[in-house]
Structures are given as C-alpha cells and as structure tokens.
C-alpha cells in the first residue's frame, strides 16, 4: 500500500502542478474558479490514478515481471520509483497529506478571496 500511495502522491503533485496555470490566471483574471478548480482536481487525480496502474495491474494478477519493466516506466517511472525508494512505508502518506493540504489551503484561500472581493464590491456605491 505505500507504494501505491507514494506513486499516487507523485501522480498527484505531477498532475496538479501541470494544471495549477490555468487555475492562476483565471484567478488573476477574476474568473469563476469553480470549473477551474475542478480541472485542477481532475486532471491531478487522473494522473495521480494513472500513475498506479501498474500496482493495478499486479493485484489484478498481472506478473511481477511485467509490473516492474522498463516499459512500465510511461506511468510516471513506476519501476524507477520502487528501485529508488524501496518501501517508502512513510514517505508516501507524508507526500500525500502535504498534497492534499496544499490543495486544500488553495481552495480555502480563493473561497476567502472571493467572499472578499464580493463584499468589496457592494460596499462600494455605484458611481
């Protein structure tokens, strides 16, 4: 399980990061945030699945053989990563949790920057 849950978190972090761009700009911009922020979601977590595929694959049955190729190493260096940090009994749940935390005080953020910007914009009289 920490395996899985380190190439989730490195999924994760790969996924958010590629898609954290467009949820600035259109904060930058004073768009609505909620579809970007479910892109952002989306596209983190799709990947971070992705990134298990081959721990998928080996509970489904699949030998280890094949889960650990080189060839496997399109889903975010799966082999790679279990060659590097074997185990990974504590790193992965820490990556995860800082993740999510970090997704997490973002969302908190633009709720509060919102609700700002809206009780901004009523106070100020219409000219």
């Known amino acids: 399980m920490a395996h899985s849950t380190l190439h989730f978190a490195a999924g994760l972090a790969i996924g958010s990061a590629a898609a954290l761009p467009p949820l600035l700009c259109a904060w930058h911009r004073g768009q609505q945030l909620a579809p970007a922020f479910a892109r952002w979601f989306a596209i ?74 809206l009780h901004k914009s009523q106070a100020t009289p219409p000219a």
Do not use: S
Request: overall charge positive; proline content about 8%; glycine content about 10%.
């Open 44 to 117: 983190g977590y799709a990947t971070g699945t992705f990134a298990v595929v081959p721990a998928i694959l080996r509970n489904l049955g699949v030998p280890d053989a094949i889960c650990d190729g080189p060839w496997m190493n399109v889903f975010l260096l799966y082999p790679w990563m279990n060659a590097v940090k074997p185990g990974a009994v504590t790193m992965g749940p820490l990556v995860l949790a800082t993740i999510l935390g970090a997704q997490y005080a973002l969302l908190i953020a633009a709720l509060v920057w919102t609700r700002h910007a």
